[in-house]
């Protein structure tokens, strides 16, 4: 194993997905290194949710290899791709906590699939997440439709760390949520991953996110990674999708006026 490879959390290469005749993603390279806060930002519709659902396995491929901490996925042996699965949490798009659980039963419904213990010590799990995310205790009895949106994210999160992680999908984690609230849940990414070592993988459109969290930011465009690297280097690419994003009239917004 290189040193490259060691570093690597998540590499993708050639990947190529479509669904009957439309191409999502088209000769997709992309890697995500170990320990990082990668942000992957692209067209509505480009391709993004499906690029994540493909390395997590809900959507078959074409052709292409999809590697995670080192094990290809779907070539190897299915307990190793098994064990792969447990080491990933996943917060997806649509939040997706199930509505008929309670929130700690949320929280532990991926220890009820993968492990066996007693419940106990899975009550206390759920209690520990809950508080790592900045949730009480006592949210933990209430149902996903007594909660605020961004007690929802927050309840997602804690679930996808349920089985400690290395690497965390979330799907645009701070969509639908006031600035201050998504600058809470940035700041609690950030401190996840320098306590935890946390790989983090987030999909967002959140300029704020890209700027102040994310390590480095990937570009989506015409099934691709057009470009990738820290957000100083995204503002200077010369691509056109890239630089009407960043520097379109939208983006322009955020700068404050100078009279
Ligand atoms: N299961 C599916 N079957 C058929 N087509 C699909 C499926 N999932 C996604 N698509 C198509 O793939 C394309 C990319 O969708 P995707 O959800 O990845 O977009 P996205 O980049 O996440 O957009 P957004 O920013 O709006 O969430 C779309 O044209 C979508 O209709
Ligand atoms: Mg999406």
Known sequence: MDDLERSSAIRVTDLIVGFGRQVVLNELCLEVRRGEILGLVGASGGGKSVLMRTIIGLIPRRSGTIEVMGIPLGRADERATQDVATRWGILFQQGALFSSLTVKQNVQFPLRENLQMSPGLMDEIAIAKLEM???RAE?????????????????ALARALALDP????????TSGLDPISA?????????????????VFMVT?????????CDRVAALADGKIVAIGPMSDLLRSEHPWVKAYFHGKRSQMLQPKVS
């Not at 949210?139 to 309840?155: I, Q, V, W, Y």
């Not at 459109?205 to 969290?213: E, G, I, K, P, Q």
């Open 133 to 135: 995310v900045g949730l």
């Open 139 to 155: 949210d933990g009895d209430k149902f996903p439709a007594e909660l605020s949106g961004g007690m929802t994210k927050r309840a």
């Open 166 to 173: 290395a690497i965390v999908f979330l799907d645009e984690p």
């Open 183 to 199: 600058g809470d849940f940035d700041a609690l990414i950030k401190t996840l991953q320098q306590t935890l070592g946390l790989t």
């Open 205 to 213: 459109h959140d300029l704020a996110s890209l700027n102040t969290v």
